[in-house]
């Protein structure tokens, strides 16, 4: 499912209640596209992942007999390499627009779990500016890094945690990786950290839920957790994924986007990243 689509609805609380039942009822009888309900008490938020166009109609219509409220609908074809924003109101199209995505945006990931479910690594990056940017993620720490170079010289640069600042490094041009701590750290720059927020809040809502979530917010996970007998660690990869996109690889669960010429980046994160965080927690 190449396309997905967020749907926003803002507007007075009574308005957004009415709204969402004249939607769900509509969406109901129209059946077809599958979405998830991210609501919050200041609006209403729709997520669709579809093979086919965007089911506007119950959302055009509801908004004929809710005028007040905004709808903003924002949308993402990777296979196309497409994006785009639209607002209705008062059952009307008050603003379009579309756009290519900018080349290598595309984001390329590497999810490793334990047979019981619980997350060993999580990679998620893209190119920009002619480096590697991603954000890595293990049960219970995760980081901003960027990879610079190639396969058989780099750098990689990681934060403490998701600070705005590179902690520490790692340098290969011959022989064993260097390590290095920075002192002081160095600040991330704001357009660097911009895309590395992308990366990071783009993975963890799609593929994370966190232990210390609100219960109300979390209560279908825990249960199918509980259900599908895995421990609830501080971070957890979503359900449908270890049950549907992961796949049996040895003694794991595994799925990877990454082209081959490239899986020399995730492999990088477990050797140096991954191993400093085992030896510490050691």
Known sequence: MSLVARITVSGDPHALREYRGEVNRLLDEEGGASFRELHTPERLEYEFRVNGGIP??????A???HPDVTVE????????GRAGRAVIRNGVLAEQAAQ???PGG?????????RDGTLELAVSCARWQESWHGYVLVPDQHAFFRVTGSAVSWQLRASDGVEARWAEEWNLAAGAPAHAELAPPEPIREDELRELDRIAQGFAHEWIWFGESPLEETAVERQRF????YPVRAANLR????R???RPEGGSLVFGSFREHERWVPALLELCWLRARTHEAG
């Open 244 to 246: 549907s996109v992961l």
């Open 63 to 65: 908004s004929q007999a």
């Open 226 to 229: 509980a259900a599908y007998g």
């Open 73 to 80: 609908v924002r949308w993402s074809d990777a296979s196309l």
């Open 56 to 61: 506007f109609p119950p959302f055009v219509f």
């Open 106 to 114: 595309d984001v390329s990931r590497t999810v490793r779990a334990a």
């Open 100 to 102: 290519s995505e900018a």
């Open 239 to 242: 359900s449908e994924k270890l």
